[in-house]
């Protein structure tokens, strides 16, 4: 293999309909189809560069060296490309985040985005939006929906092949905005790997699961037909149905705390009242308000005001993962 390097940017992106539990844990087939929006603004820049000096792989993350299970976890992934290249080099991946780290933003799913293309791109492969968006899922599995643009949807396929996501509509179909309530600025206590895992242990999962399918189809049209009302009745349901697995599975996972609920009660106030926002909440603390751009300042300015949230961040809908010139 020729030693290249490659540098690949994604964005995060923000699920309106959510993944939660596996078919197949190592595979990471989901139980469910998700539907999201990735989030403008917000970037993973990442570089990958084989090198056949190195004597096992180095990762970098906001320019620090990182081992352990995250290095494991980069590592395990990098197989996967070092097999499809036929190739035996260690990298040295160098990732950072623009948004602030341990903000609370998820970044999985940017990172494991930028990181299949970079180190697909460095080996010297080149691989169809549908093979690196699979590719990007056995990183992270909400990673396949940071590969294409705009709104994407993450069809649950029936194998490896088959599970992978789409792009359902361009970045410029809607001007949606995600105005993040961020109320806890430390690093989550149990991820959503170890939730996937336990999703099946609520008994309610099985429920949601039978359910959502209806779901999808009524934010799937409601997207395409610009239709902010149908979409936030749809996407705070969905939201709920997964917090209520959440906190019906053994062990029990409560990712609220008082200023979440506090910022939910409050959106549904200024619903009610003609402000076109809602809520979302993935495995944190955080809300995201997803509201119009007509809203999108004066949700910011409200959010800011609620005791327990530290920070606001806006982001619009964001584009595809993507090769930048190395650095
Ligand atoms: C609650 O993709 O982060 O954000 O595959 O273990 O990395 P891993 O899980 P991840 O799960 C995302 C869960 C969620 C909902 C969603 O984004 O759909």
């Not at 029990?252 to 200023?259: C, E």
């Amino acid at each position: 293999m020729t030693i290249y390097q490659g540098t690949a940017q994604a964005l995060p992106n923000i699920a309106l309909i959510k993944y939660w539990g596996n078919r197949d844990q190592q595979l990471r087939l989901p139980s469910n189809p998700s539907l999201s929006m990735n989030l403008a603004g917000l970037t993973t820049t990442t570089t990958v560069e084989f090198d056949p000096a190195l004597m096992q792989d180095v990762l970098m993350l906001g320019g620090r060296a990182i081992s352990g299970p995250g290095l494991e976890r980069v590592s395990r992934f990098l197989d996967q490309v070092r097999h499809m290249a036929h190739s035996r080099h260690f990298a040295r991946v160098d990732s950072r985040n623009n948004f602030p780290a341990g903000a609370g933003m998820a970044s999985s799913a940017s990172g494991f985005a930028a990181l299949a293309l970079a180190a697909t791109a460095a080996a010297g492969l080149t691989l169809s939006e549908a093979n690196l968006s699979r590719l990007a899922r056995l990183g992270s599995g909400s990673a396949c929906r940071s590969v294409p643009g705009g709104f994407v949807e993450w069809a649950m396929g029936e194998d490896d092949r088959s599970s992978y996501a789409t792009s359902i509509a361009p970045a410029n179909h809607w001007n949606l905005y995600d105005v993040v309530a961020l109320i806890d600025l430390e690093h989550k206590s149990i991820g959503s790997t170890e939730g996937h895992a336990i999703a099946a242990t609520s008994p309610l999962q099985a429920a949601r699961i039978a359910t959502v399918s209806d779901r999808l189809a009524q934010a799937r049209s409601a997207v395409l037909a610009r239709d902010f009302e149908a979409l936030a009745d749809v996407v705070e349901l969905d939201s709920l149905m997964m917090h209520a697995v959440m906190i019906t599975s053994s062990p029990v996972l409560m990712y609220w705390q008082p200023a979440t609920i506090a910022v939910m009660q409050a959106v549904r106030q200024w619903r009610a009242n003609g402000l076109a926002a809602c809520t979302t909440i993935d495995a944190g603390p955080n809300v995201h308000v997803l509201c119009t751009a007509a809203a999108a300042s004066e949700v910011a300015i409200r959010l800011r005001v609620i005791p327990g949230v530290r920070q606001v961040i806006t982001a619009g809908v964001g584009g595809p993962a993507r090769l930048i010139p190395n650095p």
